[in-house]
């Protein structure tokens, strides 16, 4: 019998690991460590965006439940190695079902009537038992919960680069006439509505760019508002 790795003389050889004696199926033998992915998600469809009045960066964009697109997910493998990085695992999902997986939705809780109850309002999140979130751990409290854990309004962060037809751009926003017409921005919450429409809250304000930006720059943090069909949304994201 030949010699097998570093099993010499084994019938079945070695694990992966080189050292482990294999047996029949290999069920023995401990799973590789999978490389770390990066996940991209790419929405298109007929969206209205209108100002939230509350925020001077916050925009509201609602997404057509006629004329939304599936959400195209696929999964670059980060590894060094070239033959995963070609290996490209590709899927569509519905919209709303990505949003609402990928987004949490939590009730928030409310703090009852209490006069010796006082806390801060600093927005540091938690969620408890019963299922709500409060905004701190006081605010927690107050409604009679404990041992509450830390809770992340969205699991990821979300960087959106959003594609207008050329038709659609804003005059004011290119350079020339064929210029293509991009904005970026961050999503800060997103939900599905009661009328089975997806919607982003997007803002702005979080895009750092580089000191003493070139109009051009300047103009990718720019929303319009107005109605626009067959916008493309590229959301790149980092799973937490």
Known sequence: MSIIGGCGGTQYGCCPDGTTIKNKDGSNCA?????????????????????????????????????????????????TSVDLNNDRIVKEVKATSWVKSAFRKVETGTVPSNSNCICTKEYNPVICRNGKKYSNSCEAGCAGQQNCKPFSDIPFTPTTVMELDDGE???????????????????????????????????????????????????????????FCRARFDIDSLAA
Request: aromatic letters at 8%; one cysteine or more; glycine letters at 2%.
């Open 169 to 227: 751009c804003p005059y004011h926003h290119k350079e020339s006439k064929h210029a293509e017409c991009r904005h970026v921005f961050v999503i800060k919450r997103a939900l599905v509505n009661k009328c089975g429409q997806v919607v982003f809250y997007v803002s702005s304000e979080d895009i750092v760019l580089p000191s003493n930006p070139n109009q051009e720059v300047k103009r990718l943090k720019t929303i319009p508002t107005g109605s």
């Open 31 to 79: 799973l590789p460590a999978l490389p770390d992915r990066e996940y991209d998600q790419i929405l298109s469809g007929d969206i209205k965006i209108k100002k939230v009045k509350s925020d001077d960066y916050t925009h509201k964009i609602i997404f057509s439940k006629k004329n939304i697109s599936k959400v195209l997910m696929y999964q670059v493998w980060s590894d």
